[in-house]
């Protein structure tokens, strides 16, 4: 952000410094393709049958949570809509129906522009997901050995004991768009830090579970242990509704990365290089 | 940033990713693109071996967790005669060939399959498409009607031939397992849905159970079995009817 100087009677000193080292640099966009491939061949996936339940079956008498279908409309429309708890949503051109590469309208859950491969192909969305879950996997794995080995956790990502205390006055900080400058923008603010540690040690490696949850042949690991979280229909649930917090967290993230400063952020996470303004 | 630069910014920005989507379909419709992809099925394969133990058992259920109806998938009826025919008579004149790399080709009828040894089991079959259902199958084991044939030391896979036709050239449904999956104490010929004969949307005579493998490797309407060292020369090459559709031979996940 460009900042005022009029008021200042010193002139600011602008300096650049090394943020990232180079393997996050490099992890962190391997990442984002993976997670990107990743959402789109899922809801590919949930296309085949775009409907959520809670439970061990999907035929249990019980209704699903979720679920999007077309509906024919007295004037002989086709209408897309989305219920979710029993209550209807119409959605026609979003979810349920929407239009193909020809432009004609179909009866699908996610339309063509959010899904791999476009049109409606399991076989190839499930290739698509499962080479780049591995993707995902081994990167994310190299990542928190990485982490750990150059100290990048406990330098960069813990949060001290003094942060801790502060975290309220941090919350109200974001909460007004407020953001450190100066020397104090060179680490990772403390809301920051327990935002990446949640999602990198708690909602991916649940994502991960949950996914090995509907696989029938995981299942046979510990007799039951997918009921600990309902059943194989609850874990798809889960493994959807994790899915979509993550992509809220990547819309705060991106939020976050345009209000501070978008240039010198994506700079920071290519060439390295970030700009410290020290007044 | 200005209006007009933001507006400029994001289209900039939808045209990349329109263009990284099309560029992902070009890829999906290439001859090298699905091999490529193919491999994080194969490690999918290589990693669920390797976790889980060759003869670890699916979760069974209790009766209470049952679906009150068990949905039928793909074929509901198969149209073509000769499978008329048998159904009229319940199955009688029906029977299961057992034939190929086996020392003793066999013929089991419906009546004999139902005094050999059975296993009954409350399970969970998971469907491709992302569904599940829960039923009460019964059935005699795969390994005893092996048994009856006895595979040649040279047979690698069991090839399931079925009596629904899936297009008007006359082929039909089949899929097939390795004997690993096969010598499996799950894996049943099932007669019986839910204490009843299998109705015929559900696959009678009898279906296969794979328990640990998703719903389109567990073939309905069997009338063959077939012992096989390669997968090479049935149907499409690729071990199944779904398979040469793309999907993968091994359904763990």
Redesign the interface.
Known sequence: MPIDSDKDSQPTRRYQYLRHSWPVRLMHWINLLALT?LL?SGLQ??N??P?LYWG??????RPPILQMYGIQTSNGETAGTTEIFGRRFRTTGLFGVSKDASGTLVERGFPS?LT????Q????G?????????LFVVNGFLYVTYSIASRHLSHDLAPTRLEWRCIGRSILDHLRFKHPRGEASKHYNVLQKVTYLTVIFGLLPFLILMG?A????????F??W??LVGG??SA?TLHFAAAMLLVLFVLIHVFEVIITGLWNNVRSMITGRYEVEDT | MSKSRRHFVMRVLAGLAAVALAGCDAITNSSWGPKILRNGERANRGAQRSLTAKSALAQEFSEADLSPDFRSNGTSNPSDDDYQRLAKDQFRDWTLKVEGLVRTPTQVSLAQLRTMKARTQITRHDCVEGWSAIGKWTGAQLSEVLALAQPQPTARYVVFHCADAMDNDGNRYYESIDLDEAHHPQTILAYELNGEALPIKNGAPIRVRIERQLGYKMAKYIMRIELVADLKGIGGGNGGYWEDQGYEWYAGI
């Open positions: 491939v789109l996936i949930f085949a049958h409907a061990k079956s999907s035929y249990s008498g522009w791999i491969p476009s049109n192909y399991l076989a190839m499930r290739r698509w997901h499962f080479f780049f879950a591995w090995l509907m696989s029938p042949r995981m299942d046979s690991l007799p039951g997918i009921d194989r229909q798809r």
